[in-house]
């Protein structure tokens, strides 16, 4: 019997915000962007909470996120996913958390796709308890991004070459499965499963949502408590996510 999933967007989905904001800060912090960079950052992120991202707007994202990474060592960047997922967690929507784990209560496998990084979005679907993360992968080369990609950039069709695959490996139901996500930049991976849900939707994808009777997903006030725990329990479980990256790599 082949197996269902229910594969969940990140930003503005599974969470409020973007996660690439989170990062900058990360990343800010230890010298690899400008203050002025963060600055720019600040203002894209607020744009893009209220507005969305175009593809060109995406795109130079990639770009700067390619060139931040060229030379930094894997290391480097490791250490700091435990600062990056404690700025994440907060801002996770207990909605979208509580179908993940209907879900899982109903057989189904739980995965995030997302165009942000594998080895960050991985982490962040271990934490949560689901059964995996696919985001982009950046080539690394004698312990050091080379800035390259390693593999599809995971936005838009992108998100469907790495679904495919995965399906194809673990032989997944897709016309069984769902796939939630809040743009109309998703909708070749909303198309590909038989069960698409809008959260919070932009403007295009609510049009094609209410043509194509898909459920629809609503709420504005972000909760702030996890049910997975409070600060000190989170910081704990953090704690081992580094560890658990090189350890991830060394294999």
Known sequence: MTRQAAFFDLDKTLMAGSSGM????????RGLISRAQIIRWGRDHMRYRIKGATDDETNEILKVARETLSGVSYTEISRMWPEVLAGILPRIYPEVLAEVHRHQDEGRLTYIV??????????????LGMDGGIGTRYLVRDGAYTGELDGPFVYGRGKVIAIESLAEEIELDLEGSWAYSDSVSDLPMMELVGNAVAVN?????LEVARRE?????????????????????????????????????AG
């Open 114 to 127: 997302s165009a942000a990084g594998s080895d960050m979005v991985e982490s962040l679907a271990q934490v």
């Open 22 to 29: 989170q990062f900058a800060k990360a990343a800010q912090e």
């Open 213 to 249: 009777g898909w459920n629809v997903m609503r709420f504005e006030r972000l909760g702030r408590n996890l049910a997975i725990g409070g600060t000190v329990a989170v910081a704990a479980l953090l704690g081992g996510i580094g560890g658990w990256l090189s350890r991830r790599r």
């Open 201 to 205: 939707p932009d403007a295009p994808l």
